[in-house]
């Protein structure tokens, strides 16, 4: 920032010196027409005329300066004010992206950073220029005829008024528009993401029509905004029009009356000219502050967003944590309570739980029981409270959110993939593309035969969210992806939904041996994701309402027993039908 | 894709043409507007000619004379015109903003409506981003041309042609002189558009890779935390970033070199003025308020090219974004209603797959010469494992995609023939992954139909067993929906859209993996709901779980995109095949 700070003040020393040399043209103007007056030799004529063209060639390589400089660095600033917002995005936790729609921090990122810039380049360019201008041309004109001055500048105080009333109105307005987009392109955004459903179930007029609102509301607030605006430019250009007036009428008197020369006269209305463009410029910088000041609000509320979850003074140094190195996994809940919001709605209420390094843990249990919950702990995903769950007998919140995360092969519910290529995909954890991970991932994940039958093989281009491939494909695909950075601790959240019993099958079958000297956490729907494992929890409204081994669970004739009767009984219900 | 065959300036300049062209036909309904703000333009541009002429008139006839009276009523009239100016130039903005707004709005719902009928194979290739940034983004920028008075460049030229034509009215020779730099101009301008126009271009194309990656990356946030991501996703998106910054700095650069060469040159014109005007002052062949004149219209003159070529870098941006969405508009949905239709009022006999093949792209077939057929009430259940092709048969069913080969026929119809949206309204579709909108339950349940009462969206709640958690929920069937159904359980979110399935009491019921990711208990509520949805109505189902397809009167085992094996569960058992496998499977201990 320091070195923008420098470079700016350069662009407004070259924008001083373009605005100082812009006064002289007028200057040399009026020597040359006072010199009319009189008998002059037309040799002088061509010497005023090769000065006001020296004159202005010198003020353009000023200007040139001036505007690379000054606009040139609001880009720069742009540029890295927008990695700086989606950096700290980055580091934003869950919670935040599940309230904050996609649409409006997209927004905020391009519309509003724009708004933003146009303030630090044109606007800020602009409204010094026009300060300069004013003091300058202003103090000219009373160096020439104070009183003839004072007169021609009346209008100005009044136009301030005005621009002072009326800019409050613009704020507001503008606000209310930027609002209304805001809220059109959230709606459009969703409406094109469930297209599918909206095609078939044939409700695209009542889209199209919800649409028409949106955007009438739109126009509503645009021409609310341009019936103020309407009104501002031309009054600023009335108002440079009055000066002018002024100045004809009582510059004339004195011409006549022979207290000022027609050269005087000419230079004065000639200043008096160079005002114009600056404050009609004013009406369009004061636009520009307006709409620049509601983004960069609306941008703070972004920076200003904690992340919630992050490393603090609780977490130990580099060394610290170097020395505890390695880790082995094992995991331990310790009368470990979670709620999203408040205390009142625990989702989680005293998990005690211990988990051997290398084994690994099924959690089965109804619809909101908390077993998504449970795991997402562990990644901190959602954070837990401090001092109830470690690995390794350290505090997970005391490692550095990093070096946990690099622990952990995450496999979430929904298979969420980004469109590059399915290599890409599957080595988005690794540091670089890993051929042999790739395919040794691919392997357990079977998708050894799919892959290799595209054309393209592993640089086949998945498409956005995956929608090219199959629910089933996606999933196997997130579970390739976790499997590569071969992780210590292994989290499968409900990833075999789609998948069906014969490839879980062949699955589990190739993952045994992989998670021999891993912990692995494995939520599920089906008794037969997670019957194999060393150690099943059952998970009943936020607490462990059964835990042991299959055989164990099953001798228990508890819910477990209950939910695998009921899946045997189901089969063979319809069986004997 | 018709306007890529025009490249280079000439070529450039038609393709601009076509594109004005072609906005101008959403003006055509508010012509009237546009052509009374038009006149107001015209009129004020005449008015503000006025100003240095009274000033030629109050020196040459009054000040020179010494004639006060005369000089207070050249002061009067002149208040009179800026007045009049005032009155006009509000009129004429207030106009031409409610027009554009308008064209802006017209445009921005087509596009829309247009969106609606295009197909997910559409969606396939064009990211959600890319597509958001046509509709709102480069709509905006056009807006922005309208609002930002790119109309007044209109304006500025008749006050050029205005200018020029006052200045020969003037003097001629002093005029043809001043005139002399004009070629400079239009040299520079030339330069100036070509160099900005390649630019603008590439600046619209970036900032679309922008949103493209911000939408993927705000998306997929949590898997780039779990991965430690972070880092590496934020070089390439400073790469984005940085390419976008090059192409605009590369505007910056041919701005900051514009502007200097038109104030020289203006400068040339007053240098000449001085000069050569001064020197016929001197011979008295020139009167010394023309002079003053000539001095104020030439520096009048510069400022509209000054401004155009401001307002050139919008008129750029607009019509690249113009461009953008005229593309859009010509992207045909592939499929559609042909234009004859055949009327299909009640489905009532039988839907038949003839040997249909279908590739996703190229020859890549995820089916292979798939024939079975399902009659009225009956109810088909696919089985096989994943990527055996079962969504894609459904997927052709409701004709989000066409065969490659091949024939769907409705009760002997090909489907290709019936109205699309008949056909799709006598379908409900349970997919694969519940979509939820934003909105309250209500809304999402029966998708804003207001002809479907609550009470008729209870009583379906109801069936499915949905209506007792909507019940606890605070605010019930009002209860508002989280992005994508945050706010619900994955089980719950499904129960959602079996009501909605059912409240539209479809002819055709389509229902893919909705069994899949829910617990046994809350399958059990669905299993029952199940029972009364699929009850005496046509349907095919695609579920892993072999208890929910044994209700079914047909079962078609897929594998690798070719039907292996049809019939009824005992006959399928009895034949110990691939289906008799997939039935141990699931209860193998």
Request: hydrophobic content about 25%; proline content about 5%; aromatic content about 14%.
């Given at each position: 920032m320091l070195a923008y700070r420098r470079r700016i003040i350069i662009g407004l020393v070259f924008l001083l010196l373009t605005n100082i040399t812009s006064l002289i043209a007028p200057l040399i103007l009026k020597y040359a027409i006072d010199s009319l007056r009189g008998s002059v030799d037309p040799a002088l004529l061509l010497k005023y005329a090769a000065a006001i063209l020296g004159v202005t060639v010198i003020q353009g390589i000023f200007r040139y300066y001036m505007r690379w400089i000054l606009i040139g660095t609001s880009r720069r600033i742009e540029y890295d004010f927008r990695n700086n917002i989606f950096a700290h995005l980055q580091t934003l936790s869950r919670s935040y992206f599940i309230k904050a729609k996609t649409g409006d921090i997209m927004s905020r990122l391009t519309n509003d950073l724009n708004a933003v810039r146009m303030v630090l380049g044109p606007g800020i360019m602009h409204l010094v220029s026009t300060l300069i201008l004013f003091i300058t041309a202003g103090g000219l004109m009373f160096y020439l005829n104070w009183k003839l001055a004072l007169l021609a500048l009346i209008p100005l105080p009044l136009l301030s008024l005005i621009i002072r009333f009326l800019t409050q109105r613009l704020y507001n307005y503008s606000e209310a528009v930027q609002a209304q987009l805001a809220r059109m392109s959230a709606f459009a955004q969703e409406n094109l993401s469930g297209i599918r459903i909206i095609q078939a179930f044939v409700r695209e007029r009542a889209q199209v029509e919800q649409f028409k609102q949106q955007n009438q509301e739109y126009l509503k607030r645009n021409m609310r905004l341009a019936h103020i605006w309407g009104f501002f430019l031309p009054l600023m250009m009335f108002t440079s029009g009055l000066g002018l007036v002024i100045v004809i009428w009582l510059g004339g008197r004195q011409v006549i009356s022979g207290e000022i020369s027609l050269g005087d006269f000419v230079a004065f209305s000639s200043y008096l000219a160079l005002l114009t463009f600056p404050m009609m410029a004013l009406g369009w910088v004061v636009n520009l502050f307006q709409r620049g000041a509601a983004a960069m609000g609306r941008i703070n509320k972004i920076l200003d967003t904690e992340p919630g979850i992050s490393d603090n003074a609780q977490t130990l140094s580099a060394v610290e944590f170097s020395s505890l190195?390695?880790?082995?996994g094992e995991i331990e809940f310790r009368h470990l309570s979670f709620s999203y919001n408040g205390p009142d709605s625990q989702v989680l209420s005293g998990i005690n739980l211990q988990l051997e390094a290398g084994s690994s843990l099924g959690i089965v249990g109804p619809v909101g029981a908390g077993k998504s919950t449970l795991v997402n702990l562990i990644p901190r995903i959602f954070d837990p409270p401090a001092g109830q769950l470690f690995i390794d007998g350290v505090d997970i919140k005391s490692i550095p959110l990093d070096e946990l995360r690099k622990m952990i092969g995450y496999v979430p519910q929904d298979g969420f993939l980004f469109s590059e290529t399915i290599g890409e995909n599957i080595t988005h954890g690794l540091e670089r593309r890993d051929m042999q991970k790739i395919q040794e991932a691919a392997a357990i994940s079977q998708l050894t035969r799919e892959v290799e039958g595209f054309p393209q093989g592993y640089d086949t281009l998945v498409g956005e969210r995956g929608v090219t491939l199959s629910g089933g494909q996606r999933q196997r695909l997130s579970l390739a992806r976790a499997l590569a950075i071969k992780p210590l601790i292994l989290i499968l959240?409900?990833?075999?939904?789609?998948?069906?019993v014969y490839t879980e099958g062949e699955i589990i079958q190739r993952l045994t041996p992989f998670i021999k000297s891993r912990t692995c956490l494995i939520v599920s729907h089906r008794i037969s994701t997670v019957q194999w494992t060393d150690h099943i929890i059952v998970l009943d409204e936020g607490k462990i309402a059964e835990a042991g081994t299959h055989r164990e669970l099953i001798d228990q004739a508890g819910i477990y027993a209950k939910l695998y009767r009921r899946q045997l009984m189901l089969e063979k219900l319809e069986q004997v039908k | 894709m018709r306007y890529h065959h025009f490249e280079g300036q000439e070529a450039g300049q038609i393709y601009d043409w076509q594109l004005i062209k072609r906005l101008s036909r959403y003006l055509s309904p508010y012509k009237y507007y546009f052509i009374s703000a038009l006149a107001l333009l015209f009129l004020g541009s005449l008015l503000g000619l006025v100003g240095p002429y009274l000033t030629k008139v109050a020196i040459d006839t009054y000040i020179q004379q010494q004639n006060i009276s005369g000089l207070n009523f050249i002061a009067l009239l002149f208040i009179g015109v800026i007045l009049l100016e005032l009155a006009v130039r509000y009129g004429q903005i207030q106009i031409m903003q409610y027009t554009g707004q308008r064209v802006m709005q017209d445009l921005r719902a087509g596009l829309f409506s247009h969106l609606q009928r295009m197909t997910p194979k559409f969606y396939d290739k064009q990211s959600v981003g890319g597509v958001m940034s046509r509709l709102i983004g480069d709509i905006e920028v056009l807006n922005e041309m309208v609002t930002s008075g790119v109309v007044s460049m209109l304006g500025d030229l008749f006050m050029l042609l205005g200018i020029m034509g006052v200045l020969l009215w003037l003097n001629y020779k002093l005029a043809l002189v001043v005139f002399s730099v004009l070629p400079l101009i239009f040299y520079a301008a030339q330069v100036f558009r070509k160099k900005v126009r390649e630019s603008f271009r590439q600046i619209r194309a970036r900032m679309a890779k922008i949103n493209a990656f911000l939408q993927e990356n705000l998306g997929g946030m949590t898997i780039v935390q779990a991965f430690c991501r972070q880092q590496k996703n934020l070089e390439q998106f400073k790469k984005i970033n940085g390419d976008y910054l090059d192409s605009y700095l590369k505007t910056v650069f041919y701005y900051a070199l514009f502007f200097p060469a038109i104030e020289i040159t203006t400068a040339l014109a007053m240098a000449l003025i001085i000069w050569y005007g001064g020197g016929q002052v001197l011979q008295g062949a020139l009167t010394f308020g023309v002079l003053v004149a000539f001095i104020e219209y030439t520096q009048r003159f510069f400022r509209p090219i000054n401004d155009l070529s401001e307002k050139y870098n919008i008129l750029q941006s607009a019509m690249a974004a113009a461009e953008r969405v005229f593309n859009l508009l010509d992207t045909d949905p592939d499929i559609s209603s042909p234009d004859k239709t055949q009327e299909l009022e009640q489905f009532s006999k039988t839907i038949e797959f003839k040997q249909v093949w279908f590739a996703?792209?190229?020859?890549?077939?995820?089916?292979?010469?798939i024939s079975f057929s399902i009659s009225k009430g009956e109810s088909v259940a696919l089985v096989g494992l994943t990527g055996a092709g079962k969504t894609s048969i459904i997927s052709l069913l409701a004709r989000f995609y066409e065969p490659s080969r091949g024939q769907i026929m409705i009760d002997g119809y090909d489907v290709r023939q019936l109205n699309l949206k008949q056909w799709r309204s006598k379908i409900s579709l349970v997919s694969q992954e519940p979509f939820l909108f934003s909105g309250d339950i209500l809304s999402n349940i029966r998708l804003g139909r207001e002809d479907i009462s609550p009470a008729c969206v209870e009583q379906a709640a109801r069936e499915v067993n949905a209506h007792q958690f909507i019940s606890q929920l605070p605010k019930g069937y009002y209860e508002p929906i989280q992005e994508r159904g945050a706010n619900l359980s994955a089980g719950q979110r499904q129960l959602i859209t079996f009501a909605r399935a059912l409240v539209f009491d479809p002819q055709l019921l389509i229902l893919d993996e909705a069994t899949s990711s829910v617990d046994s208990q809350t399958e059990a509520l669905i299993q029952d709901a199940l029972e009364k949805l699929l009850r005496g109505r046509t349907s095919i189902v695609i579920a892993h779980r072999l208890s929910t397809i044994q209700r079914a009167n047909k079962i078609i085992v897929l594998d690798k995109g070719k039907i292996v094996e049809q019939g009824s569960h005992q006959e399928l058992l009895t034949r110990q095949g691939i289906y008799y496998w997939l039935h141990q499977l699931q209860f193998k201990d």
């Open positions: 190195k390695p880790f082995k959240d409900d990833s075999f939904s789609n998948i069906d | 996703y792209s190229g020859d890549e077939h995820v089916l292979a010469d």
